[in-house]
Nanobody
Framework: QVRLVESGGGLVQAGGSLRLSCAGSGIMFSFDTMGWYRQAPGKQRELVADITRGGTTIYADSVKGRFTISGDSAKRTLYLQMNALKPEDTAVYYC?????????WGQGTQVTVSS
């Protein structure tokens, strides 16, 4: 059974930093792609950043230059370094992994940025 567990969320002041982690377990092979999504109250879930097994990354325009996605394939762990945080970054952040045609989601971790 595939399981993704996020950690690292919390409360931070605007301008601060947080590092999110997503640990994957239950599979023998690396995921094809992994990504971070977020959902703010009353809004749809949106892509924040994505990384392929080959290392290709994409970012939402709103986080370019501030967030960095990285992964450790041996540990099957995904990271999201978030710098220069803004109140509008407040959301529940979810880790997603794709293996073949199936997507797996973590339970989410709350990030709250105070002004």
């Amino acid at each position: 059974q595939v399981r993704l567990v996020e950690s690292g969320g919390g409360l931070v002041q605007a301008g601060g930093s947080l590092r999110l982690s997503c640990a994957g377990s239950g599979i023998m092979f690396s995921f094809d792609t992994m990504g971070w999504y977020r959902q703010a109250p009353g809004k749809q879930r949106e892509l924040v950043a994505d990384i392929t097994r080959g290392g290709t990354t994409i970012y939402a325009d709103s986080v370019k230059g501030r967030f960095t996605i990285s992964g450790d394939s041996a540990k099957r762990t995904l990271y999201l370094q978030m710098n220069a945080l803004k109140p509008e970054d407040t959301a529940v952040y979810y880790c997603k992994a794709r293996l073949g045609t199936k997507d797996y989601w973590g339970q989410g971790t709350q990030v709250t940025v105070s002004s």
